[in-house]
């Protein structure tokens, strides 16, 4: 089955259905896949920002990190649980949204740089722990990391927006990216 | 005294019709309150969970407020800005939204409380101030920034 075909099916569900026709629970979906956001992003941010040198300069680099990676992680699960509900409730339409598929690509290219910051200039942490300022690859990472969540809130936010949607008439270049079928097009 | 005038006025405004006749204005100035709200989240949190005792054991929590300070006061500004100018272009259905004053009165109540009960416990001697206070002060200051977020989506919903 395809991942198109899969989204016809699980638009098709009474779970879907229900979700997406339902007076209190989308909303209630929505907000706390918005304000969980305070949660995560909020407290990444505070880490960015000791990673780039700018706040909280006075602890080491390893405990900021320590101590709010539980919670940025707990705000993370609440983000992706919620998010992945809201997708349940629109499936096709998600699916195919050119916001949708920029946020899914910044979001592999955050924990990419998660990743290559954690294996590479983060196991030396011990030698820079408590500068003030971190050494550059780190502040590089932690730059991109804070551009890549703007990017992703951004973009988020814009997948509500029915601007390029396939069931209005639009650019070649859209309909390729999107995935656009002529069945889309009533 | 009302102030259905004033709130006509703002609707009313070159800016209110501008962001409404643009299809895109109102989406990139809402977009810059959601960043706005990921900054702000991280400034106020950090203090609260620290007054909690949930973080930042070694760290005393009138220093992690002040390196917090430029950037909770940076982000409200923004917030502000940005939400006053969504505010113009639909000032009228907000004057009739009970989730608009609510999040009003939540927004003065936190902003208040932020720079007075809570910086006073803040910034005070850590002996002084019990454990139990501490983490009703971050309760308060969670409740009602909390209330101006979800008063928030909740207009957006009509």
Redesign the interface.
């Known amino acids: 089955m395809s991942l198109i075909g899969f989204c016809e099916w699980l638009a098709n569900t009474s779970w879907s259905i229900g979700l997406h026709e339902s007076r209190w629970g989308y ?1 209630i979906l ?2 706390v896949h ?2 969980s ?3 995560f ?6 880490m960015d ?1 000791r990673l780039l040198g700018v ?5 080491a680099v390893s ?1 900021v990190m320590e ?2 990676m539980p ?1 940025i992680i707990a705000g993370f699960v609440l983000m992706v649980i919620s998010g992945a509900l809201l997708f349940t409730a629109i499936p096709v339409r998600t699916y195919q949204s050119i916001f949708f598929r920029t946020k899914m690509l910044m979001l592999v290219a955050a924990g990419l740089n998660v990743w290559v910051f954690h294996s590479t200039v983060y196991r030396k942490v011990a030698e820079w722990d408590l500068h003030p300022i971190p050494p550059k690859r780190a502040r590089v990472a932690a730059g991109l990391s804070l551009a890549l ?2 990017g992703i ?2 973009s988020g ?2 997948i509500a ?1 029915n ?1 390029f949607d396939c069931d209005k008439p639009q650019r070649a270049i859209i309909i390729r990216i999107e995935g656009c079928r002529a069945t889309d097009l009533q | 005294m009302s102030l259905l005038p004033f709130f006509m006025w703002c609707e009313n405004s070159a800016i209110g019709d501008a962001i409404r006749s643009s299809g895109w204005l109102f989406p990139v100035i809402e977009a810059v309150h959601l960043l706005g709200l990921a900054v702000i989240g991280g400034a106020v949190l950090v203090v609260d969970l620290r007054l909690f005792g949930f973080e930042f054991p070694r760290q005393p929590v009138a220093q992690l407020a002040r390196d917090a300070q430029r950037w909770l006061l940076g982000s409200l500004a923004v917030m502000i800005a940005t939400g006053a100018l969504m505010f113009t272009s639909e000032a009228i259905k907000c004057y009739y939204h009970p989730a608009f004053w609510m999040k009003m009165t939540c927004l003065f109540l936190a902003i208040v409380f932020t720079f007075t009960v809570k910086r006073k416990v803040v910034m005070a001697d850590e002996a002084r101030i019990g454990p139990l206070r501490n983490k009703l002060v971050a309760l308060v200051s969670i409740a009602l920034w909390s209330g101006v977020g979800i008063g928030g989506r909740w207009i957006g919903f009509s």
């Open positions: 909303s929505e907000s918005v304000l956001l305070c949660l992003l909020g407290l990444a941010v505070m920002l706040s909280i300069r006075r602890a405990e101590q709010l919670w969540w703007a809130v951004v936010r814009m927006y601007w």
